[in-house]
């Protein structure tokens, strides 16, 4: 019965993932916010003049596009006997993108990123736009989530016992929405039994 489902979805090959906000963050809190809930993008815990991180991260759909609320900290300073002298804030930035495929990974293409207040209002100054802009510049060049690695990686698992093996001989990303409540991502692949 399972090689006879195998055999009909063959000819539709087409399957549409729908990957929740809330397992984003989840596999964010567990991957990437490791130190104490923490992504540090410049130095870390132990250093107190000069670090930089994020926290908090809370992503959603807006407008075709994805959105993400973190808070930043930051401080760009020098340690003078025991002080810190220098630049320092801390503020909710707000990120949003466009996701696209490429090479089998999903990666982000206009990147925006702003400053806000507590209340949501835009935070301006040197110190809001230098980060927002290195933000920007390092999420558009960094984030490579290597999607086909990952299907090869679940699709070609075998139970322990089995008498056939899984080969996964072609994949792509075809189309990604941003939904309000998912990133709906559909996938062309062929998947051999042997």
Same mark, same amino acid.
Do not use: W
């Given at each position: ?62 407008? #075709? =596009?994805? @959105?993400?609320?973190?808070?930043? +900290? *930051?401080?760009?300073?020098?340690? %003078? ?33 702003? #400053? =806000?207040? @507590?209340?949501?209002?835009?935070? +301006? *100054?040197?110190?809001?736009?230098? %980060? ?63």
């Amino acid at each position: 019965m399972f090689l006879l489902s195998l055999l009909f979805l063959s000819g539709a090959r087409a399957a549409e993932l729908q990957i929740y906000y809330t397992a984003i963050q989840k596999i964010l809190a567990q991957e990437v916010f490791t130190n104490d809930g923490r992504r540090y993008l410049r130095g870390s815990p132990a250093e107190k003049c000069s670090f930089a991180y994020l926290e908090h991260p809370e992503l959603h759909g807006e407008n #075709g =596009r994805l @959105a993400l609320k973190a808070r930043f +900290t *930051g401080r760009s300073a020098l340690d %003078v006997f025991g002080r810190c002298i220098g630049l320092g804030d801390s503020f909710d930035v707000y990120i949003t993108a466009v996701p696209y495929e490429h090479n089998q990974s999903i990666g982000l293409k206009d990147v925006r990123v702003e #400053g =806000r207040a @507590a209340r949501g209002e835009p935070r +301006t *100054g040197y110190y809001v736009r230098r %980060v927002c802009a290195a933000l920007s510049d390092s999420l558009r060049k960094q984030f490579d989530y290597r999607v086909g690695d990952q299907a090869r990686r679940i699709l070609e698992q075998t139970a322990p016992q089995a008498a056939y093996r899984q080969e996964l001989l072609d994949f792509s990303v075809t189309q990604m929405q941003v939904m309000p409540d998912a990133l709906v991502v559909t996938v062309d692949f062929r998947l051999a039994v042997k």
